[in-house]
């Protein structure tokens, strides 16, 4: 009795070990890189199926019971009962018993999906101490490109993105216009003081210049929005939660939009989510969202300031906000991420 309830103990505790593992909610996998990263760690095939074979012996055990009574005078023998003597009456009775023994089988089959791969390897780089956790800007100074990396952040997307969302090139011909529109009426009075002549004259200049504005404002939102609105990556920008007073930093997350699972690809706006992938770069320094835009990227400081200050004159009488961030503060990580989840 004892070593049952040890052994009732021990199966109880393996249980409880087993039910309080980690569950996952995951948004974004990387179904390719897990594969992959699975047949590296064990050096075999993937492993997509396999079956469990149960076999249950039973019993089935079966009598029966004849019964004989003979009387009279009676010499000789009786078949199964011996000798007999005369005038003797004989009763008696036999059994016989069988038994056998069949097998019954069972076969379970199971499937290993992407989501069991992806625990397998988690919990491989886990135990294994490759992955590096991301939890402040001290932790960042061992990182290196090439290291596993885990961290917990909050997200925001590419303001840049969200802002050429809004800004279509028509959206930004308009705005040329009605600038343009603004000026003339700001100086109307001097110029309807210096004749009729005078007015039409910077009425018709302001005109054809802004159209030639307004064309141009149209085409450069058309090549920016050609450049930034990639529709195969997305960058967001995370801000690690730290849980304490010391400073965070920045994770550039670049991810396939292919790989989120769930049509909304902006689910990890919604919170804070975990993130398991591998560092590609690490800036010390403070970067820009500009950094991987073909066309911006090559445009000198000043006149990204100076496009900045015209879209906070644009918001300025309060109709929308144009205003936007093109910092982010250092250090930065960039990441490629194996799988995002909550």
Not at 148 to 168: H, Q
Not at 237 to 266: L, M, N, Y
Not at 274 to 297: C, E, H, P, Q
Not at 311 to 325: H, L, Q, R, V
Request: some cysteine; charged content about 25%; aromatic content about 10%.
């Amino acid at each position: 009795m004892a070593d049952d309830v040890i052994e009732v103990a021990e199966s109880d505790g393996r249980q409880d070990e087993q039910f309080n593992t980690e569950l996952d909610l995951v948004i974004y996998r990387n179904d390719e890189f897990i594969t992959g990263l699975v047949q590296q760690i064990y050096k075999q095939g993937l492993l997509t199926e396999g079956s469990q074979l149960s076999v249950a012996a039973v019993d089935s055990n079966s009598s029966s019971t004849a019964g004989v009574e003979a009387g009279g005078k009676v010499g000789g023998s009786i078949p199964f009962f011996g000798n007999a003597s005369a005038h003797a009456n004989a009763n008696g009775q036999t059994g016989s018993t069988s038994g056998s023994r069949d097998e019954l089988s069972t076969t379970d089959t199971f499937t290993y999906t992407a989501h069991y791969h992806f625990q397998a390897v988690k919990a491989y780089l886990q135990h294994s101490r490759v992955v590096q956790k991301l939890t402040d800007r001290g932790s960042t100074k061992e990182l290196e490109p090439g290291d596993f990396v885990e961290f917990t952040a909050g997200f925001r997307p590419n303001e840049f993105n969200t802002l050429l969302d809004l800004v279509t090139p028509d959206l930004a011909a308009a705005f040329v216009h009605y600038q343009s529109k603004q000026k003339v009426l700001e100086n109307w009075d001097s110029y309807e003081s210096s004749g009729h002549d005078q007015l039409q004259n910077f009425i018709q200049k302001e005109r054809y210049k802004a159209e030639g504005d307004a064309q141009m404002a149209s085409a450069v939102v058309s090549a920016l929005r050609q450049d930034f609105k990639n529709e195969i990556t997305r960058e967001f920008f995370g801000s690690v939660v730290t849980g304490s007073r010391r400073q965070g930093a920045t994770a550039v997350v670049i991810c396939d939009t292919e790989h989120f699972i769930g049509k909304d690809q902006d689910r990890i706006l919604d919170g804070q989510f975990k993130v398991l992938g591998k560092v590609v770069s690490v800036t010390a320094v403070s970067d820009s969202i500009l950094a991987r835009n073909k066309f911006l990227n090559r445009i000198q400081q000043p006149w990204l300031d100076e496009l900045g200050e015209k879209f906070d004159e644009a918001g300025a009488d309060g109709k929308f906000d144009a205003s936007f961030t093109l910092e982010l503060k250092g250090p930065v990580v960039r990441v490629i991420p194996v799988a995002i989840y909550a």
